[in-house]
C-alpha cells in the first residue's frame, strides 16, 4: 500500500498506530514532505510511533536523519537490525543525543539477532534506551519460546511484531508458513500471561510475510485485533 493507502485502512480497522517503514516515510525526503505527511496521520486520528524495520550504516549523518525523522513524527521508537556491530557505537551517541529508543529488530536462524542470546549481549553493553522489537513469530521460528524470551529480557522490550508461524510446513522461500495469529506455533497464551503480569506498556504491531495476507490484509487485521481483544479485553 502506499502511505495514504495504509493510514486509509488503519483508521477504517479502527488501528490507531501505525510501524511504518521506509517506502511510507522517507527519512531522506524534505521536511515539508513529511511534515505534510504528519497532517495526514492526523486528519484520519492515525499515529507514527516508529519506523522500521530502519536501515542503518556507519554513516552517522544519514542515520541522524533516521532520528530526525523520528522526531519530527513524535515517535517512541526507531526499530533497527544492524548487520554490522561495529554501528552500535554510533547508534547509542544518537540515541543519547535525541533521547529516543532504538529497538534491535530479529529475523529467523542464520541472521545477525536471531538468536536472543546475540541480543542480550548487545543490551549488556548499551545504554537503557537500547531495547528489542520482538518478533514473535521469528523467535518462535528460530526454535525459541517467545513467553521465555519476553522474560529473560526484561524491561528492555520496547516494540512486538505480533506474529505466527507454522513449523509443520514452508513457504516458497523456505521459511515456516505464516498464519492467522493464535493458530501458529508461537507460545501466545503463556506470552499474554508474562504482558500482563509485567505491566508492558508497549505495542504490538500486527505484522505478516506472508504474501496472501499483504494482497488483501482485511481478514488477517480483523482476526488479529479479536484475538488480542479477547485476551486483553478493554485495551487498544
Given at each position: 500500500?502506499?502511505?495514504?493507502?495504509?493510514?486509509?485502512?488503519?483508521?477504517?480497522?479502527?488501528?490507531?498506530?501505525?510501524?511504518?517503514?521506509?517506502?511510507?516515510?522517507?527519512?531522506?525526503?524534505?521536511?515539508?514532505?513529511?511534515?505534510?505527511?504528519?497532517?495526514?496521520?492526523?486528519?484520519?486520528?492515525?499515529?507514527?510511533?516508529?519506523?522500521?524495520?530502519?536501515?542503518?550504516?556507519?554513516?552517522?549523518?544519514?542515520?541522524?536523519?533516521?532520528?530526525?525523522?523520528?522526531?519530527?513524527?513524535?515517535?517512541?521508537?526507531?526499530?533497527?537490525?544492524?548487520?554490522?556491530?561495529?554501528?552500535?557505537?554510533?547508534?547509542?551517541?544518537?540515541?543519547?543525543?535525541?533521547?529516543?529508543?532504538?529497538?534491535?529488530?530479529?529475523?529467523?536462524?542464520?541472521?545477525?539477532?536471531?538468536?536472543?542470546?546475540?541480543?542480550?549481549?548487545?543490551?549488556?553493553?548499551?545504554?537503557?534506551?537500547?531495547?528489542?522489537?520482538?518478533?514473535?513469530?521469528?523467535?518462535?521460528?528460530?526454535?525459541?519460546?517467545?513467553?521465555?524470551?519476553?522474560?529473560?529480557?526484561?524491561?528492555?522490550?520496547?516494540?512486538?511484531?505480533?506474529?505466527?508461524?507454522?513449523?509443520?510446513?514452508?513457504?516458497?522461500?523456505?521459511?515456516?508458513?505464516?498464519?492467522?495469529?493464535?493458530?501458529?506455533?508461537?507460545?501466545?497464551?503463556?506470552?499474554?500471561?508474562?504482558?500482563?503480569?509485567?505491566?508492558?506498556?508497549g505495542v504490538m504491531a500486527i505484522e505478516t510475510d506472508s504474501p496472501d495476507f499483504q494482497n488483501d490484509p482485511t481478514e488477517?487485521?480483523?482476526?488479529?485485533?479479536?484475538?488480542?481483544?479477547?485476551?486483553?479485553?478493554?485495551?487498544?
Amino acid at each position: 500500500m502506499s502511505f495514504e493507502e495504509v493510514v486509509q485502512f488503519a483508521a477504517k480497522q479502527g488501528v490507531t498506530q501505525l510501524e511504518l517503514f521506509k517506502g511510507h516515510i522517507n527519512p531522506a525526503a524534505p521536511r515539508e514532505e513529511n511534515l505534510k505527511k504528519l497532517a495526514y496521520l492526523k486528519k484520519h486520528g492515525v499515529t507514527a510511533y516508529s519506523i522500521g524495520v530502519s536501515g542503518t550504516s556507519m554513516d552517522k549523518e544519514k542515520n541522524r536523519q533516521l532520528f530526525e525523522c523520528a522526531k519530527l513524527f513524535g515517535m517512541k521508537v526507531i526499530v533497527i537490525e544492524p548487520k554490522d556491530q561495529a554501528q552500535w557505537d554510533m547508534l547509542e551517541e544518537l540515541v543519547q543525543e535525541y533521547d529516543i529508543k532504538l529497538a534491535v529488530h530479529n529475523h529467523g536462524t542464520g541472521t545477525v539477532y536471531g538468536n536472543p542470546a546475540t541480543v542480550k549481549h548487545v543490551l549488556a553493553e548499551r545504554d537503557e534506551r537500547i531495547g528489542v522489537c520482538m518478533d514473535i513469530g521469528w523467535v518462535t521460528a528460530a526454535g525459541f519460546d517467545a513467553n521465555e524470551v519476553f522474560i529473560n529480557y526484561g524491561d528492555r522490550v520496547f516494540d512486538m511484531h505480533m506474529k505466527d508461524k507454522r513449523l509443520d510446513g514452508e513457504d516458497a522461500k523456505g521459511r515456516p508458513l505464516d498464519t492467522h495469529i493464535g493458530l501458529g506455533n508461537s507460545n501466545y497464551l503463556q506470552l499474554f500471561e508474562s504482558i500482563r503480569e509485567s505491566d508492558w506498556s508497549g505495542v504490538m504491531a500486527i505484522e505478516t510475510d506472508s504474501p496472501d495476507f499483504q494482497n488483501d490484509p482485511t481478514e488477517f487485521v480483523a482476526r488479529a485485533k479479536v484475538f488480542f481483544e479477547k485476551h486483553f479485553p478493554g485495551s487498544h
